[in-house]
């Protein structure tokens, strides 16, 4: 039994009428013998194999746009993430604040872009972030004002009562080099 032929005859494919490009041709060759040397193993065991290659920033294609952000200190995070490093830094920020009506209102603030963010599609991770209760955190700010103003109170005092022993101790030195200039007179008839 002979095989039907399914393709066309031998005549009808030529090699030679196929038109390649000189970049195509060269990259196949590169290709056929950097597999062909993987087989050999001769990639096998090279210094540095495994580890990250130390390239320059020229060579990324996103240098420019990284370099941006990293001068101007800019953040490309989801909001989610966003909200969450707020949300851990507002009591630092709350306790640079003088008054009660500016806390309020931060937190406020906050409390609204939570909200806001909320009420989007979520972009990342999820949105675990509650708003803040105001009069709770207001309540924290207050506690830590005042143990702030009672810290410093103390180290005032501290510093205060350090002061005076300095000056005691200094007044008694004086005394006593006042005592010994008396007793023993250097500039005499004897001496």
């Given at each position: 039994?002979?095989?039907?032929?399914?393709?066309?005859?031998?005549?009808?494919?030529?090699?030679?009428?196929?038109?390649?490009?000189?970049?195509?041709?060269?990259?196949?060759?590169?290709?056929?013998?950097?597999?062909k040397a993987i087989e050999r193993?001769?990639?096998?065991?090279?210094?540095?194999?495994?580890?990250?290659?130390?390239?320059?920033?020229?060579?990324?294609?996103?240098?420019?746009?990284?370099?941006?952000?990293?001068?101007?200190?800019?953040?490309?995070?989801?909001?989610?993430?966003?909200?969450?490093?707020?949300?851990?830094?507002?009591?630092?920020?709350?306790?640079?604040?003088?008054?009660?009506?500016?806390?309020?209102?931060?937190?406020?603030?906050?409390?609204?872009?939570?909200?806001?963010?909320?009420?989007?599609?979520?972009?990342?991770?999820?949105?675990?972030?509650?708003?803040?209760?105001?009069?709770?955190?207001?309540?924290?700010?207050?506690?830590?004002?005042?143990?702030?103003?009672?810290?410093?109170?103390?180290?005032?005092?501290?510093?205060?009562?350090?002061?005076?022993?300095?000056?005691?101790?200094?007044?008694?030195?004086?005394?006593?080099?006042?005592?010994?200039?008396?007793?023993?007179?250097?500039?005499?008839?004897?001496?």
């Amino acid at each position: 039994m002979t095989e039907p032929d399914s393709g066309p005859p031998l005549t009808f494919y030529n090699p030679a009428a196929f038109a390649f490009d000189t970049d195509v041709v060269i990259a196949l060759i590169a290709d056929m013998r950097i597999r062909k040397a993987i087989e050999r193993g001769e990639f096998d065991n090279l210094p540095g194999s495994g580890k990250p290659l130390d390239l320059p920033d020229h060579h990324d294609p996103d240098w420019w746009f990284k370099s941006l952000m990293k001068r101007e200190g800019l953040v490309m995070s989801p909001p989610s993430i966003e909200l969450r490093k707020d949300d851990a830094a507002l009591d630092e920020q709350l306790d640079q604040l003088s008054n009660e009506v500016a806390v309020r209102c931060e937190i406020e603030q906050f409390n609204q872009r939570v909200i806001r963010a909320r009420y989007q599609l979520p972009m990342g991770p999820p949105l675990i972030t509650m708003p803040r209760d105001i009069e709770a955190t207001v309540a924290a700010w207050a506690d830590r004002r005042a143990a702030r103003a009672e810290k410093a109170r103390k180290k005032a005092e501290e510093e205060a009562t350090m002061r005076e022993e300095s000056r005691a101790n200094d007044r008694n030195r004086r005394r006593l080099l006042r005592r010994r200039t008396r007793r023993s007179p250097r500039h005499g008839p004897n001496a």
